[in-house]
């Protein structure tokens, strides 16, 4: 799977009009000097020879230089990744809460109003583009109320100054016991981490509530029911634990998703995740950048569905793997 | 001694092309220790009978008129934290599919236990050894009492389901179709396991299903119904001997019987379109004795000899 990905990337991204170099140094450099840096960075070699090459790299760990800045990229690359890990973690602590009770409310009370405000709410989040909802907050939470920032991530003042134990800023600060730090960052993450978590909670609250209607007229429901137990039992125990596989499926998907950078949304709020330096990179056709953080993503699904599997097999046990 | 005395039921359910009126004035009565039988062609309005009787309709469906007297109170009347008393432990209900009647993420142990915890407050240890009990006596093997659903057959899952009426000791048990969805054999065990379950708990038993020649090995009396409504009820003998309904005598003849190589039989035509009954008898289109009046007036439900009701117009003199 990892692989097919990569090899299309590779492909893709040669196929693609613009050449990386001629966007390094600029129109006007002598021929002779790009067929140097040409060189210098194997793009001078056949295709085939590049794609074995960049695979037998990747294999021992090695992203190679960047096309651009003709620098390794890695720490940038790994920092970028830890701040998107950070806005996808705040966001599906947003998102899990909201969503699961839009699908319960809509599953619940289904056809009364409540539950058609539920609806408009889950339509509203699938039409309405995610950084149309970042400019508003920014525009309601940042201008006119003047409360958050309207730039998100750690800032820097703050990044670079605290001793760096996991490298994810917002922990760091909390483990050196710097508070004030601490607060900065999370005033910094409010605004992106509500922006996406409201629109994923629109996803989470349409699975749940297809799921949880389904299993709500099953045998075993009305089973329960005939055997008078009490409704929170029923609603816990029978309706949500087995309603409860297509809706892990579904946070780990998005999970995933935002682990990969959520480029809107991080663009809108200039947030140094992995989104925007993907952007970047796909902008300037830095070829050897969009590999590696696609490779990244790539290995961020599969570990996220392998995570999914356990769990799967831990809430259902007629699967055993 | 009267324990359940349904007086003019009707219930409803509303559809987006109409509303169905499943149960449209249903009068019976289940006694102590008795076990009734209910049979009808599926579609008749059993199922709705019984979750009508426990209050757990689907959202669509509805009570629209009637009486439930169960033990003296009107069921019908009682709020649903009442009903919740009610359910499980003074009525309880198993149901045609035992595949899906139980909780796929549950043990079966625990689906008994949790039941005497809720009714009985029992401890979780004194509940489990409870269920322990409760399974073996209806024939599940200690050792397997803590599978999964997944992992047991249809037939012990559904003694899984009697167990948990075993343990909670009811008064009044409602099967619907509890063996169908079971091979012959199985459905033999069953069988014996409900009448036992009648002779040592003294438990009452409204035994739904489609096919009359299983509720003559288990019913005191039997109840025909057809298209929500009464056809005839009498004993076991009154039904198959003394039968005055023609559509009794078609259920009779479509019985299979032993040694007859004769093509099975089958009464002619479908039963009604629920959305838009016929007028006056509902069994007259498919009635070989139909005659003009059959098509106009609905006939009442009358008692011909004691304990044997019919609503037939050739009976009514
Ligand atoms: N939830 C429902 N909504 C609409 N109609 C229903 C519903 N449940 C049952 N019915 C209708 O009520 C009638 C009786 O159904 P049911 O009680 O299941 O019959 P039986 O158990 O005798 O086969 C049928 O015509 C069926 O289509
Ligand atoms: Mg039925």
Redesign the interface.
């Known amino acids: 799977m990892v692989l097919i990905l990569l090899t299309l990337v590779f492909f893709i991204l040669r196929i693609l009009p613009g050449d990386p170099v001629r966007v390094a140094v600029g129109p006007k450099l002598p021929p002779e000097y790009v067929k140097k840096i040409c060189h210098e960075l194997g793009l001078d070699k056949p295709i085939m020879v590049q794609y074995f090459d960049y695979l037998w790299s990747l294999l021992h760990g090695d992203f190679g230089k960047s096309l651009i800045t003709r620098r390794s990229f890695a720490n940038e690359l790994i920092d970028r990744f830890k701040a998107s890990v950070e806005l996808a973690i705040a966001s599906i602590i947003v998102a899990i809460p909201l969503g699961l009770f839009i699908g319960d409310v809509s599953a619940k009370y289904?056809?009364s109003p409540l539950a058609h405000l539920a609806r408009l709410f889950t339509v509203a989040t699938y039409s309405i583009p995610v950084f149309w909802l970042g400019i508003i907050f920014q525009v309601v939470f940042g201008i006119w109320l003047g409360i958050l920032p309207i730039t998100g991530g750690p800032p820097p003042m703050v990044k670079y100054s605290v001793r760096a134990i996991t490298g994810f800023t917002t922990l760091d600060c909390l483990l050196n016991g710097d508070f004030i730090g601490f607060a900065e960052c999370i005033r910094h993450l409010i605004l992106p981490a509500v922006t996406l978590g409201v629109v994923i909670s629109g996803i989470i609250g349409k699975v749940s509530r297809n799921a949880l209607v389904e299993v709500m007229?099953?045998?075993?429901v009305?089973?329960?029911?005939?055997?008078?137990?009490?409704e929170k039992?029923i609603h816990d125990?029978?309706i949500f634990?087995?309603a409860l596989i297509p809706i892990i499926t579904i946070i780990g998907l998005q999970l995933a998703l935002l682990l990969g950078g959520a480029i809107l949304t991080e663009t809108t709020f200039d947030y140094p995740g992995l989104g925007t330096y993907l952007k970047d990179a796909v902008l300037s056709r830095d070829y050897t950048v969009v590999q590696a953080a696609v490779t990244l993503y790539a290995i961020m699904v599969a570990v996220i569905s392998f995570i999914v599997d356990i769990i799967y097999a831990f809430?259902?046990?007629?699967i055993r793997y | 001694m009267t324990l359940l005395e349904v007086k003019n039921l009707k219930v409803e359910f509303v559809t987006v092309s109409g509303s169905v009126k499943a149960i449209d004035g249903v009068s019976f009565t289940v006694n102590r220790g008795e076990v009734v039988g209910v049979v009808g062609e599926s579609g008749s309005g059993k199922t709705t009978l019984g979750l009508a009787i426990l209050k757990i309709l689907p959202l669509n469906g509805r009570i629209v008129s009637g009486e439930i007297i169960f033990d003296g109170r009107d069921l019908v009347k009682l709020s649903e934290e009442d009903m919740t008393k009610v359910r499980g432990k003074e009525i309880s209900m198993i149901f045609q599919d035992p595949m899906t009647s139980l909780n796929p993420t549950m043990r079966i142990v625990d689906h008994v236990a949790e039941a005497l915890i809720v009714h009985y407050r029992l401890s979780k240890e004194e509940a489990r050894s409870k269920a322990i009990e409760a399974l073996t006596a209806v024939g599940i093997p200690e050792n397997r009492v803590l599978d999964y659903p997944h992992q047991l057959s249809g037939g012990m899952r559904q003694r899984v389901m009697i167990a948990i009426s075993y343990a909670l000791k009811p008064k009044l048990l409602i099967a619907d179709e509890p063996t169908t969805a079971l091979d012959v054999i199985v459905q033999d065990q069953i069988l014996d396991l409900l009448k036992e379950l009648r002779n040592r708990q003294k438990t009452s038993i409204l035994f739904i299903t489609h096919d009359l020649s299983v509720v003559a090995d288990i019913a005191d009396r039997v109840i025909i119904m057809y298209a929500g409504k009464i056809m005839e009820i009498g004993s076991v003998e009154q039904i198959y001997y003394s039968t005055l309904h023609p559509y009794t005598q078609g259920l009779l003849k479509s019985i299979p019987k032993i040694g007859s190589n004769s093509d099975l039989y089958t009464i002619p035509g479908n039963p009604p379109d629920m959305l838009n009954p016929p007028p006056g008898c509902r069994f007259h289109p498919r009635c070989p004795f139909a005659e003009e009046k059959c098509r106009k007036e609905n006939p009442p439900l009358v008692e011909v000899s004691e304990g044997h009701y019919v609503a037939c117009w050739r009976c009514v003199k």
């Open positions: 289904e056809g007229h099953l045998d075993y009305t089973a329960a029911k005939a055997r008078g137990l009490p039992i125990k029978y634990r087995n809430l259902d046990p007629r």
